[in-house]
């Protein structure tokens, strides 16, 4: 059974940095593409950027392209996402999701497995 398990949300101040991992565990992540999504409340879930795990193959929305990084280490079958320069508006839950297959799409009901989310604040 696949599961994803989030960790390193917090509160920060705007022009600081976060580094979020998600520790994946229960099959082979080889074929799979993962990605990060983010809800703020009152808005519906969005995606913010993805990975592949065989090719590293990266894609981000444009509202965090140049200040969030996703990377993957296969060893330790974790995906990283290093946000910098965070906003008030990057106030979120973030998911980590996983879809047993690539391309990286930005549509949450292709992904397959999620985990329980883990709340960023950024303060002004």
Do not use: H
């Not at 879930?45 to 965090?64: H, K």
Request: proline content about 3%; aromatic content about 12%.
């Amino acid at each position: 059974q696949v599961q994803l398990v989030e960790s390193g949300g917090g509160l920060v101040q705007a022009g600081g940095s976060l580094r979020l991992s998600c520790a994946a565990s229960g099959r082979s992540f080889s074929s799979y593409a993962m990605a990060w999504f983010r809800q703020a409340p009152g808005k519906e879930r969005e995606f913010v950027a993805g990975i592949t795990w065989s090719r590293g193959n990266t894609y981000y929305a444009d509202s965090v392209k140049g200040r969030f990084t996703i990377s993957r280490d296969n060893g330790k079958n974790t995906v990283y996402l290093q946000m910098n320069s965070l906003k008030p508006e990057d106030t979120a839950v973030y998911y980590c999701a996983a879809r047993p297959s690539v391309p990286i799409t930005t549509t949450e009901l292709r992904y397959d497995y999620w985990g329980q989310g883990t709340q960023v604040t950024v303060s002004s």
